[in-house]
């Protein structure tokens, strides 16, 4: 066994370094990163802001504490601006429909009352013992679903979620700091304490790694492109007047796999063909048919491609990662195929 591993150390070496990162990515994220969230956001946010960082440490004579504190108040009035302009855009349009809800409430009323209509004719015609309900029954069922316990008790997880909420944020702004300023002495650290054949293998896999992380990311941006075409085209056709807006933030929804073009889309459609705009109702139903074909079909040869990996392993390692992971699957399946792809190319050098 001895003179066989001696043989092939090196090989032997990288497949045991990606099983351990294989482990150790798969232990993070089902058991610790609920304890660990904060930390693993600010360590995201200090990795994005780093070129700037860089630049302005450069400008300032290698002061990296006062070029990180820049770098995150200049995050902080981005998230804040931003949240700013989120929340006053949702309440002028709350305020929009509550002013129009009169008039919403009577064309509802119309066409429920018409649907009621089309199920008595549909129940005459049904075999004895076979009984679609009315309206209102499937109506009193939802609302008693909706208000009743279920809503109390995910009222309480809201109540107690938001302090949690922003108690994790601010801890993900300080940690994203201590990232910032301190970089080279925490991975220094980190490295310090890992054996010296990990060091080994991360040094050698590095370059490569970072080649696919940025083939990754360009990956991410080609579809995200494309997702902003569709959508903006489509909406022209429709004849929406925010078509250019929408279409720019329905792109940066379907760069987030776990939120996605589908928490606006689906519930726009189902909206408009309750209020009767079928041609609308039908016009976003295709809308997003065309993005979610378009983008299964695509993902796996756009990442192939800038990954330097095959289109089916890229599929695989998709559907692997979703399979085990859930939605963030759809980032660490990918990821992990970087690894391995960084010391496959390590391994032909």
Known sequence: MYDFYMKHKNRVDRLA?????????????????????????????????????????????????????????????LISSLGAWLVSTLVRQI??????????????????????????????NLPEGVYIPEVQELMLTVVGTLFGDGMRDHGMRFAVGVPNFFLNFILALISAYFFMADRERIFK??????????????????????????????????????????????????????????????????????????????????????????HQAIGLAIIYGVITVARQVMQPKILGDQMGAHPLASLMSIIIGLRIFGLLGLIIGPSLLMVFVAIYETEKE
């Open 17 to 77: 370094f990606f099983l351990l990162v294989t482990l150790v990515v798969y232990l993070f994220f089902t058991v610790f990163f609920v304890y660990l969230a904060p930390f693993f956001f600010g360590l995201i946010i200090a990795l994005l802001m780093e070129p700037l960082v860089r630049f302005l440490a450069k400008k300032l004579r290698g002061k990296r504490w006062i070029a990180s504190l820049i770098c995150l108040l200049l995050f902080i009035v």
């Open 189 to 278: 650290a980190i490295g310090n304490a890992c054996p010296q054949w990990i060091r080994k293998q991360w040094s050698q896999t590095k370059k490569g790694l970072s080649k696919a992380m940025g083939g990754y990311f360009r990956a991410q941006y080609i579809l995200m492109v494309m997702v902003g075409i569709v959508s903006i085209v489509g909406l022209l056709i429709l004849r929406n007047d925010y078509a250019l807006l929408l279409g720019v933030l329905l792109a940066a929804l379907d760069f987030l796999p776990i939120i996605g073009i589908g928490l606006v889309l689906i519930p726009w459609a189902l909206f408009s063909l309750i209020m009767g705009d079928i």
């Open 95 to 124: 305020s929009a429909f509550v002013d129009s809800a009169p008039m919403h409430i009577e064309e509802i009323g119309d066409r429920l009352e018409e649907f009621n209509t089309h199920l008595h004719r549909l129940n005459a």
